[in-house]
């Protein structure tokens, strides 16, 4: 056995090197595990700025001993090469297990172990624990905002019904396939809209907007057998024609009365809220942005200069402002562009704004994918005689849209974290409540928990979307 | 000639469309205008404004006009994003650089704080912290002194004010300094080019900005001393700070939940741009005797900021715009003072949203045009 040189770790005393500084390093993990969990202070002896020091410097000269290149354990070499290549990384993994023992009693203390789920008044709520029981009680304000309790199976139903209906492409046969593009497209959101117009308001709230619902699914759905060369005019004018025509030619009254089931009461948009609204909202924003994204990337891509300098003002306004403005424009300046009688609700006004506004981030991510395109495609594409709609239905978009994906979920990403901002116009998604909740005299001083609360549903939503734009982008990867 | 009308016609009708519904729009807005009795104008801009905003960085009180107003919320939306942008940039990069770190705690760390972060909107961090981190903050009156100077307490932060003497004389030695460092720079260039030779630039210009504004305080008769913040008892159980600057709650949860999110998304920018660096580059620069430092500040970074700087310019902007989410914790920034109070004072709608809008898009288009300028001049040039 050779003389040890414990400046410089080496292989020949491998053994005795590393019982030390596994020791050492034991020793210092201890002392914060011991600190921290029951609160034992094993060297209190010593003068306090020491006793606070000496974990991690006893912790870092055993790291320091058990730094030894090739040492033929498997294990220790995997440690040295994860945590403990060099004394500064030895010091920041230090740091960080330290902090994670040091962190790990709090939390679990204030989440589970102090923590209150009983009963159902504030009194159950001493501890120092987070308070449940107020999550608990406020549940359904959070979950359905004012929507009557006894109402509130519309909402479940209806979401439960949207959710089936959505999963459909998972089980259709290769003979269905094609068609769903158009299911997912047109048909879904047109029943979406019906289950939401009929079930959750159920009663005269959307009309404005259902007018102008169904003709842009009429007039998309005859739009697939309009050919080429019209597409272009028809789109202009004849959604708003019809629209006009729905507005002006079917009876008020009569549409009240569709709208009515037997037996349903009407529940104003100012009582929806809480999670629900931010689904519904969310999901509405989604189906429309899309559609008029691409428009304006396509219209930014035109070769007519003057529809090109139009979708650049456009993208590049919406782009421009925030959407907190945006919101109050729509609250207070939009009215005022309106003819008197002309009311649309405060709901469908912020889905409008927001649709729009996220339609400008959407044009922009397609427009990144159609310039990715090589020039090839295009000319491909019209060497073959397909005219413009043709070629980018079938050819431009699919890959473009295939190219973006990570893109487009980012958007929509950013779209579900925008809805809160909705408090602008005075409608309660589910923070919102919250903010509500807080100021309830009964219940004050529980505002972290639920932050807390909405903080970790929010954190699930976008955290599954994030990986399921990830399994997409994945799946549709083909090889260029 | 069917051909040329075929390209004339789409954007004809197009335009007429768009003319049509603006056309609709301003003819409705007229209307309902003369119906309400409102008249259209920017007159009331210099009217008094007679409300108080409680953090303003120029003098303003009531009896100052609406576009002093503007201004000062325009100031304050200014404060918030340049502060949250130049912590978003330091925290983003140590982060970004983090997630490279062949340390796996340290990168399982720095991917844990991006994911947690960037996940959970802005607004409900915002509200986290002002309303639950910062109101767990203890009283004035029980605070305990930070290093002795600071005083973080629910009323906000306190900190020493700085009372300058002979202020111009620093200012002009801090001018002198970087005006020598340039030249100096553009000397040792020369002299590389010519003679060959490196000359220490880093160590000079160190010395230099130290050394002239020590200078200046030597001989140049510039005396600086610190304002503490002193407690003082207002009523019996109300306490207040008195000196020193004091930063208000508002601003404190605002620019640490607007840096703390956009730092993510720049963490993830710098990441792309250091991993977009080809192994390639590192290597050969390495073969041709460069030593690591070198090797970082001539081919690595180069190569990434190219990389980086388009996408962080974007979150710069939406750091900005997201700054605007103050209107929810009233901090009196430009939506609140302006689109908010004046708004609701003045009843002029149309004029107040749209000059909030156009400054958001003129503060937008500026820093967009700026960086690209930025980003034309380090582009790859190619031939």
């Known amino acids: 056995m050779s003389k040890i040189n414990f400046l410089k770790p080496d292989k020949e005393n491998l053994n005795t090197l590393l019982y030390m500084g596994s020791f050492l390093f034991l020793i210092s993990v201890v002392d914060v595990f011991l600190n921290s969990f029951f609160n034992l202070n094993l060297i209190s002896f010593l003068p306090s700025s020491l006793s606070f020091m000496l974990p991690i410097i006893l912790g870092f000269i055993g790291l320091y001993f058990i730094r030894i290149e090739h040492s ?72 359905y905002g004012m929507y009557p309790n006894a109402e509130q199976w519309r909402i479940n139903l209806s979401f439960v019904a949207l959710a ?103 529940v104003e948009t100012g009582a929806w809220g809480g999670l629900s609204l931010t689904f519904i909202i969310s999901f509405f924003c989604l189906i429309f942005c899309f559609p008029i994204g691409m428009a304006f990337a396509l219209g930014r891509r035109s070769e007519f200069p003057l529809i090109r300098y139009i979708s650049v003002g456009f993208i590049e306004f919406w782009r421009g402002v925030p959407l907190i403005t945006v919101l109050f424009m729509s609250a207070v300046m939009f009215p005022m562009f309106l003819p008197a009688d002309f009311f649309i ?59 973006v994906i990570p893109g487009i979920a980012n958007t929509f990403l950013a ?49 599954a979307m994030s990986k399921y734009s990830y399994n997409l982008e994945q799946k549709y990867k083909t090889e260029r | 000639m069917n051909l040329k009308l075929q390209k004339i016609i789409p954007q004809l009708i197009t335009v007429l469309v768009v003319i049509l519904v603006f056309g609709f729009f301003t003819y409705n807005a007229q209307i309902n205008m003369e119906n309400r009795g409102i008249d259209f104008g920017y007159g009331f801009l210099s009217q008094e404004s007679s409300f108080d905003v409680q953090f303003s960085l120029i003098e303003y009180d009531g009896s ?39 340390n796996y705690l340290i990168n399982q760390f720095a991917a844990f704080y991006v994911e947690f972060f960037r996940n959970i909107p802005l607004l409900l961090q915002i509200f986290f912290w002002y309303f639950a981190a910062l109101r767990a903050l203890p009283l004035p009156q029980d605070a305990e002194a930070i290093f002795g100077v600071f005083f973080l307490t629910i009323k906000g932060l306190y900190v020493p004010a700085f009372i300058w003497q002979n202020f111009n004389i620093f200012f002009y030695s801090i001018i002198a300094a970087i005006i020598s460092i340039v030249i100096i720079r ?16 880093f160590w000079i210009s160190i010395g230099l900005i130290f050394t002239l504004p020590l200078l200046s305080f030597l001989i140049g008769g510039v005396d600086l001393s610190f304002e503490i913040p002193k407690l003082k008892q207002l009523a019996t159980t109300s306490f207040i700070y008195e000196g020193g600057l004091s930063l208000p709650p508002e601003l404190i949860a605002l620019t640490l939940s607007l840096s703390l999110y956009t730092a993510t998304f720049i963490a993830e920018c710098v990441r792309a741009g250091i991993q977009g660096v080809g192994k390639g580059q590192k290597e050969a620069a390495a073969s041709i005797g460069l030593n690591p430092n070198q ?18 310019t974007n979150q710069y902007l939406n750091l900005t715009k997201n700054s605007s989410l103050a209107a ?18 003045t009843g002029k709608a149309i004029e107040i949203v749209s000059i909030t809008m156009l400054t958001y898009l003129s503060l937008s288009i500026s820093i967009s045009i700026l960086m690209n300028w930025y980003n034309k001049k380090i582009a790859i040039k190619e031939k």
Not at chain 1, 352 to 374: C, D, N, W
Not at chain 2, 77 to 98: D, K, P
Request: aromatic fraction near 18%; glycine fraction near 8%.
């Open chain 2, 295 to 312: 090797v970082l500040k001539l081919v690595v970074m180069p190569q990434a900021l190219r990389i980086i700087i388009p996408p962080t």
């Open chain 2, 328 to 345: 929810a914790i009233a901090y009196p920034d430009l939506v609140l003072v302006f689109a908010g109070t004046a708004l609701m004072q």
């Open chain 1, 415 to 463: 779209l579900v974290k925008d809805t809160p901002l909705i408090f602008v116009v005075g409608l309660l998604e589910i923070v919102g409540m919250l903010n509500l909740a807080k100021t309830n005299p009964k219940w004050l001083g529980f505002a972290m928990e639920g932050y807390v609360f909405a903080a970790i549903i929010f954190w699930i939503i976008c955290y």
């Open chain 1, 164 to 266: 089936l209906l959505g999963s459909v492409g998972y089980f259709a046969t290769e003979k269905f396939k094609k068609y769903l593009t158009l299911y997912y497209v047109v048909i879904y959101p047109f029943i979406a809209f019906l289950f939401i117009f009929f079930f959750i308001s159920g009663g005269p709230v959307f009309f404005d907007f259902s007018y102008g619902i169904i003709a842009a699914v009429i007039s998309v759905i005859i739009g697939f057998f309009i050919p080429s060369r019209f597409k272009f005019y028809y789109f202009i004018f004849v959604p708003i024609t019809l629209y006009i025509a729905l507005k002006y030619f079917i009876f008020y009254e009569e549409l009240i009365e569709l709208g009515k089931l037997e037996g349903l009461n009407w």
């Open chain 1, 345 to 403: 609700d405060k709901l469908v006004r912020c889905i409008i704004a927001i649709s729009l506004f996220e339609a400008a981030y959407v044009a922009e991510v397609i427009r990144g994918g159609l310039q990715a395109l090589p020039r090839g495609q295009y000319e491909a594409a019209k060497s073959l005689g397909m005219g413009y709609w043709r070629m980018h239905i079938f050819v431009i978009l699919p890959q473009a849209l295939k190219l």
């Open chain 1, 72 to 143: 033929g354990y498997k294990f220790l070499d995997k440690i040295n090469k994860n945590i403990n290549t060099n004394n500064f990384n030895a010091i920041l993994s230090l740091l960080i297990i330290f902090i994670i023992i040091k962190a790990t009693p709090a939390i679990l203390s204030w989440f589970v172990v102090d923590a209150s789920f009983a009963g159902d008044s504030k009194d159950v709520c001493s501890g120092t624990g987070a308070c449940w029981t107020y999550i608990k009680v406020w549940f359904r304000r959070f979950m």
């Open chain 2, 186 to 201: 553009f000397y040792a260039q020369k002299v590389q080019e010519i003679q060959g030779k490196q000359l220490p630039v």
């Open chain 2, 64 to 102: 100052h006009s609406y576009f002093r107003a503007y201004l000062v919320g325009l100031l304050n939306t200014i404060l918030v994003s340049v502060i949250g942008i130049i912590f978003a940039t330091i925290l983003g990069v140590i982060v970004g650089v983090a997630r490279l770190s062949p």
